[in-house]
């Protein structure tokens, strides 16, 4: 294999695909980048045993074939190296030779042929999706989805709907004491189930989305973008421009997201979220390592207090627009703050039902949502009642 490549062009392939040859703990050959030279073109491959990424840079190819070289460090290089043409060779020797004018590198490889191909994903149905609604709705659900590959609620809920000429999307997150609940109305190419399912759903792992996050932002800014997500019992792809990107579907189940949500609520709570979110700011450094703060309103103010026994205690109120009776509730401080951090709006609203008994702990979720961000709803559970 012989072919001179742009620089920066060649940059732009190799960090949509390294992220995947870049992990720790991974067979030999997932580090390593398979490149293909063929009809004027260089196809960049990195896989794992559960993901796989490919993007085809153009490029003048004087002789076609493969290599491969490590990810990381090919990654590397080329963000180091001067703009303009760089010829990639691979020597009699499984090396490749980077060359830049006077620059010359020698990186090792394996053998091409160790690396399996892309696997052939027959769809049992696809549907097209913004990418920019698409990469805000994940962000807002990562914080939400646990980070142990070895617990049962490591996944992201993928639930396409159809109900009558209405199709929607669905993105769920969960660790069974936080829930984020994104909806995305799709068009025209909403596609259809070849079954002819009314609907259609799959589970993705957190770190999968991760890595499809990455490629995602840096496409965020080239203007509306469609997705092409095609799946079947085994996988799902996502395609678009010149990027192509598989992963294995997690098979645990997932819990049912609607029941998480009241049809009927006796509290509503709204205020501004900026004022919340420096409120509970400043008092976590009273509370420091305490994990607690208490909610308590009244028809006029929300009032925000927690305690530490070494340190001392805090208290905030808030002007707040209220539905319902007085009351108050105990949250996990960083599980509120981690809310206010993914919102992006201004008008934050707590809607909840609340047990008359103010002597009853209540085991009903919270529901949180923001005035400006209609498309995205959070559960939170709260830890007590108050008195």
Not at 70 to 83: C, D, M, N, S, T
Not at 90 to 103: A, F, P, V
Request: contains cysteine; charged residues 25%; proline residues 5%.
């Amino acid at each position: 294999m012989d072919i001179i490549v742009d620089q920066e062009t060649f940059l732009d392939g190799l960090q949509r695909v390294a992220l995947l040859a870049e992990r720790k703990n991974l067979v030999q050959v997932g580090s390593f980048i398979l490149i293909e030279a063929r009809d004027q073109k260089a196809i960049l491959f990195a896989s794992d045993n559960q993901t796989g990424g490919r993007f085809e840079v153009p490029c003048e190819v004087r002789s076609p074939g493969k290599t491969t070289v490590a990810g990381k460090k090919i990654h590397q290089l080329f963000r180091e190296l001067p703009a303009g043409k760089v010829s990639l060779t691979r020597l009699e020797n499984g090396s490749t030779r980077i060359e830049r004018e006077r620059l010359i590198y020698d990186l090792k490889g394996i053998d091409p042929e160790e690396y399996v191909g892309f696997p052939e994903i027959k769809a049992d149905y696809s549907f097209l999706v913004s990418l920019d609604q698409m990469a805000g709705l994940i962000r807002k659900t990562l914080p939400f989805v646990l980070d142990d590959d070895a617990k049962p609620m490591n996944g992201v809920l993928f639930h396409r709907v159809r109900e009558g000429a209405s199709v929607s999307l669905n993105i769920v997150g969960t660790d069974g004491h936080r829930l984020h609940h994104g909806t995305l109305r799709l068009g025209e190419d909403a596609g259809f189930d070849l079954a002819g399912q009314s609907e259609s759903r799959f589970i993705l792992r957190k770190r999968t989305l991760q890595d499809l996050l990455h490629v995602l932002d840096i496409d965020l800014k080239s203007g509306p973008i469609s997705v092409e997500v095609v799946v079947n019992p085994k996988y799902a792809t996502f395609r678009w421009g010149g990027f192509y990107y598989y992963t294995r579907l997690l098979g645990t189940p997932f819990p049912n997201y609607r029941d998480a949500f009241p049809s009927q609520f006796n509290l509503g709570i709204e205020c501004s979220r900026s004022s919340l979110e420096a409120s509970i700011r400043r008092m976590s450094l009273v509370s420091d390592k305490k994990s607690e703060i208490i909610f308590t309103w009244d028809a006029r103010s929300l009032i925000l207090s927690t305690r530490n026994e070494e340190i001392g205690e805090s208290t905030e109120t808030l002007p707040v627009f209220l539905k319902g009776s007085p009351g108050s509730l105990v949250f996990n401080t960083e599980q509120i703050r981690t809310l206010l951090q993914v919102c992006q709006g201004e008008t934050m609203r707590m809607e909840g039902v609340i047990d008359p008994d103010p002597e009853k702990t209540s085991s009903f979720p919270s529901i949180w949502s923001c005035a400006e961000e209609p498309e995205s709803r959070y559960v939170i559970m709260p830890l007590e009642a108050g008195n």
